[in-house]
């Protein structure tokens, strides 16, 4: 029993780090259909810039928030000067431009930063909460506090207000949307910075958790990339589910099969699911248009 | 991932066989003169490892520039022809030739296996799918160390082709050419096949394609199981020629790495491929001298050459020059 | 059509020529780092290192008459960019000696180009395959996994703890480790009563320390990796309120490992370099003013805690250096000869004694084991427990 609860917690730990990275690529993909390879790198920007600001003497919850800041810069800069210069370019070619992007971002992190891992102070201490014999962190309920948050905001902007409509109808049709008056330019760089802003917090949550360093982006983005497919991409809750199925996945595949082959196991399971369910878990099917 | 691109073929498809194969020859006569201008063997290892990558590059481009399908586990079959040739010589003693043919055939077939279920995915699915895929072969390299050498990598023992020991960084940059332009107009030579012409109406438009008769499953897999072989290939001779493999060359970053050979040269350009190919080994070579801020430049010319040559390299050159003329 | 692709042809050309390094009269020492990528926490305190102190050595007038001109190349922790790279400092550069190669993978891809070449080659990663079987030009700086397993061992004994748990990483470090180990178990007198391993990047391992945790029997538990895994081992470990001694291993080898771990890091021990205690080594110890110059050098001019990743580079470059001093000259072959013949050179790493046979030259003595109390190294004493 405890050993299973404490499985059960891993999971939701990893997890719910899954579902905050896999959320920042939502907003972006809805926007615009493109998959920003760039995403893990904001998460990065986020956990790194808190950390820097909070060498530098500014306080914690300042530098959280200016790293935000900065990482919706960030995310502007690559709509205006890379995303927006390169319109009507095909999805492929976007995609190529945010895989430079990250590139990019990761040298210049690597020179401006450092090289070394860092960490944050947990938000409400690193004693752990023990149920049944097992024991989970006050962070991982942070963590996955935070990626409630974030779904229920997106979804009620999305659902809720005349911002969020234009969002999907610039996705649905460019065209018309701009027809009907919407600046679907606007819409679509409004979209990076949320996206941005959603990768930062994600990482100033999980850094005391996971640590950080120039690099720590490149596999999280990969996990969460995975996670949003898992789960059905540009769908907000499908990311958290699948986040954390991903999660649970990988805690109950290292306890109980092979701690080796868990990162297969987790893929084998992603790849069965979207055979069977080729949309993920929450998507529809889409009809192709002749 | 593709939906945008499946809105038109890009135009180099379009054009004639007899001109696609005037390009490889093209290519043919600069593999053979441009020796004459290497100081050293560094310049032939860094040309054979353009035209050993741009091998497995043109396999990922007919699967991306004809079916319109992208994968992001390419580098997994580079892994299993690389293996084939490090394995099959250490642990069962047969001989590198047969490896080599053994981790074709062994790519074929596991993309035979996995090539079904998986091209029936669309889009961004089928980006995840194949990199899950790609996952999986890393995780088995790296794990299985009896096998592999783990993480560390083995050696590759020195192919004896009917007692001649195959060594030589010379040696090598003639193969990879060879080899290279043999595939090349391989190629090309599918392009106008009657597979070509199905998968081109694939790319159009797959339902259009369905209608008038063609079984897309089937010439989608054909495309899959092709473009395994040709990674696969490309695979070997690396692990050959370095005389070392380590599982880095079926990582994901080399998926990646050889997907944005791709698109960068141009999809669906065979030039396209071997520039791509070019760019992305010989770039770290060349900015050396900007040490720290290498990574920093390294970002910024891929994704300048995707802001102002929106096609790839080779197809967007080809359109500016033409409009000149015209 | 054909003047396209000749444009490109020279545009090809071009950009190789580039490549080319300018001659100089100086001496060439060659250097592939990983500076960048999952390695960069080798390859960036190696390349601070070597950096340093040629512009050191070179201030004092370089070394036989000539200075030193450092080239390094980055290799972002891939074997085949290193190939290349290798390539490239012997046809191109023309370099005299090298020292580098961070990771192992990295350097037995790349020995065959020096042993090929006849270059002096001083590796700074960890495997025994490295130096065994000995190759003629190749040499290494830091101590091997089979050391650091053996010392961990030997401390186990004299606790009277014979039955372990071992968890490694399955990157390369981490699994060579745990391969080594689990080789000289036996012979130790040590049983490894179960094995746990997570991958690169992985965040949470408390499923893994569960099942340590549940496995009767288990008196001691040795994690093998470096990098970040170490420092979430160490909390999960304290979150899951595992009270077993733990150990870890010459991996974690920098103050900052204790910055990440935080209070769990309390009572850990770990088999490491004089360096990590340079400020605690008796006054009589051989090695204290060295590691001691080696440490406030590096914090200085880096404004980084030091690591024994970078007290490698220094001590390759430092037996290169004193052999070239010995030889009298840069011929590439006396260097080597040289090299081969160090004996007593106190480095940041132990005291090195080389051999034809023994290309590393460091033995048991080098390892001290420490253990964290208070948020900082002490050392135990061989004696006690």
């Keep these: 029993m405890a050993e299973f609860v404490q499985f059960l917690f891993s999971g939701l730990t990893v997890g719910a780090v899954y579902a905050l990275v896999a959320l920042g690529f939502t907003l972006i993909y809805n926007a615009s259909d493109v998959i920003n390879f760039a995403q893990g790198e904001f998460v990065m920007l986020g956990g790194m810039t808190t950390v820097f600001l909070g060498l530098a003497g500014i306080p914690l919850p300042l530098a959280a928030l200016l790293a935000v800041i900065f990482a919706m810069a960030v995310g502007l800069a690559l709509h205006r000067f890379a995303i927006e210069t390169a319109r009507g370019a095909n999805a492929v070619s976007l995609i190529m431009i945010t895989i430079g992007a990250s590139i990019f971002l990761r040298g210049a992190a690597q020179v401006f930063f450092d090289k070394q891992f860092h960490t944050l102070p947990a938000f409400f201490g690193s004693e752990p909460i023990r149920f049944v014999g097992a024991a989970i962190l006050p962070q991982s309920l942070v963590v996955l506090a935070g990626a409630v948050v974030i779904v229920v905001l997106l979804w009620t902007f999305i659902d809720r207000t005349l911002l969020g409509k234009a969002v999907i109808a610039t996705a649905v049709n460019r065209l018309a949307a701009r027809l009907v008056g919407i600046d679907t330019r606007r819409i679509v760089g409004f979209s990076f910075a949320i996206s941005a802003a959603i990768g930062a917090v994600a990482g100033i949550l999980i850094t005391p958790i996971t640590l950080t360093n120039y690099d720590v982006g490149t596999l999280l983005a990969l996990k969460g990339f995975a996670a949003a497919m898992l789960g059905g991409m540009g769908i907000a809750a499908g990311a958290v589910i699948g986040g954390l199925v991903l999660g649970l996945l990988e805690a109950f595949a290292a306890g109980y099969l092979s701690s080796q082959y868990k990162d297969a196991v987790a893929f084998l399971v992603i790849l069965t699911v979207l055979f069977v369910m080729p949309q993920g878990l929450l998507g529809r099917a889409k009809v192709e248009r002749v | ?326 | 059509m054909m003047q396209k692709y000749m444009k490109i042809a020279a545009a090809s050309i071009f950009a190789a020529c580039l490549a080319v390094g300018s001659a100089s009269a100086q001496v060439k020492i060659g250097a592939i780092l990983s500076v960048t990528g999952p390695a960069s926490f080798l390859g960036d305190p190696e390349k601070k290192t070597l950096e340093m102190y040629v512009a050191d050595i070179n201030a004092k007038g370089g070394v036989n008459g000539k200075k030193l001109e450092l080239v390094v190349y980055d290799d972002g922790g891939k074997p085949n960019e290193a190939l290349t790279f290798a390539k490239r400092l012997v046809d191109e550069d023309k370099i005299t000696a090298m020292v580098g190669g961070s990771t192992t993978g990295v350097t037995l891809a790349i020995i065959p180009i020096f042993e090929e070449a006849q270059i002096p080659f001083i590796s700074l990663a960890g495997a025994i395959q490295i130096i065994q079987p000995v190759r003629k030009w190749v040499f290494k700086t830091p101590h091997t996994d089979t050391m650091a397993c053996e010392k961990i061992f030997a401390d186990l004994k004299r606790r009277n703890l014979t039955k372990v748990a071992l968890i490694s990483g399955t990157a390369a470090f981490g699994k060579s480790m745990r391969d080594q180990c689990v080789a000289v178990a036996p012979k130790a007198g040590i049983t490894v009563v179960h094995e746990e391993s997570y991958g690169p990047g992985d965040t949470d391992m408390t499923p893994q320390l569960t099942n340590i945790k549940g496995k009767a029997g288990v008196q001691a538990v040795i994690n093998t990796d470096f990098g970040q895994g170490p420092a979430i081992v160490t909390r999960n470990y304290q979150q899951l309120g595992i009270k077993l001694p733990f150990y870890q291993s010459h991996g974690v080898a920098s103050k900052q490992y204790i910055n990440l771990a935080g209070p769990a890091a309390e009572g850990v021990r770990l088999p490491a370099a004089a360096l990590l205690v340079a400020d605690k080594l008796s006054a009589n110890d051989k090695q204290k003013p060295v590691v001691e110059a080696y440490k406030k050098t590096y914090e200085q001019k880096s404004g980084q805690p030091v690591s024994t990743f970078g007290g490698h580079a220094y001590d390759g470059l430092m037996i290169l250096v004193e052999a070239a001093k010995r030889a009298g000259s840069w011929d590439k072959a006396k260097v080597r000869d040289e090299i081969e013949k160090t004996k007593g050179f106190v480095g940041t790493g132990g005291i090195v004694n080389m051999s034809p046979t023994d290309h590393l030259g460091l033995d048991l003595t080098a390892f001290r084991m420490l253990e964290i109390k208070k948020g900082d190294w002490t050392l135990v004493s061989d004696s006690g427990s």
């Design chain 2, 1 to 326: 991932m593709l939906r945008h691109t499946a809105d038109r073929i890009p135009a180099v498809l379009r054009r004639p066989f007899v001109q696609r194969l005037s390009a490889i020859a093209v290519i043919a006569v600069i593999a053979i003169v441009i020796p004459a201008f290497f100081p050293s063997t560094y310049y032939y290892r860094v040309a054979a490892l353009v035209f050993v990558f741009a091998i497995a590059a043109i396999g990922l481009n007919l699967l991306m520039g004809f079916a319109g399908q992208v994968s992001l586990g390419h580098a997994g079959f580079m892994g299993i022809g690389a293996y084939a040739v490090a394995i099959g010589p250490t642990h069962f003693n047969i001989p590198s030739w047969l490896s080599f043919l053994i981790g074709a055939a062994l790519s074929a077939f596991v993309a035979f296996i996995v090539g079904r279920p998986i091209l029936r995915l669309k889009g961004h699915y089928l980006a995840v799918a194949t990199l899950g895929f790609g996952l999986l072969l890393a995780i088995v390299f790296v794990n299985e160390a009896r096998l592999t050498g783990g993480p560390d990598g083995m050696l590759v023992p020195r192919p004896v082709l009917f007692g001649w020991s195959v060594r030589g960084t010379e040696t090598w940059y003639w193969i990879a050419a060879i080899s290279f332009v043999f595939g090349a107009a391989l190629a090309a030579n599918l392009i106008d096949s009657p597979t070509g012409r199905a998968l081109r109406a694939i790319h159009d438009s797959e339902v259009a394609a369905r209608v008038l008769g063609v079984d897309v499953a089937k010439q989608k897999l054909v495309i899959f199981i092709i473009s395994a072989v040709y990674a696969s290939v490309a695979g070997s001779y690396l692990a050959a020629f370095n005389g070392h493999i380590t599982p880095d060359v079926s990582g994901f970053l080399r998926s990646i790495e050889l997907v944005a050979m791709v698109v960068l040269g141009g999809i669906g350009s065979i030039a396209g491929s071997l520039v791509g190919a070019a760019l992305l080994v010989m770039l770290p070579q060349v900015l050396t001298f900007l040490h720290d801020y290498e990574q920093m430049v390294l970002g910024l010319v891929v994704m300048g050459v995707m802001i102002f040559l929106r096609a790839g390299i080779v197809p967007s050159i080809a359109a500016a020059l033409s409009r000149r003329r015209a």
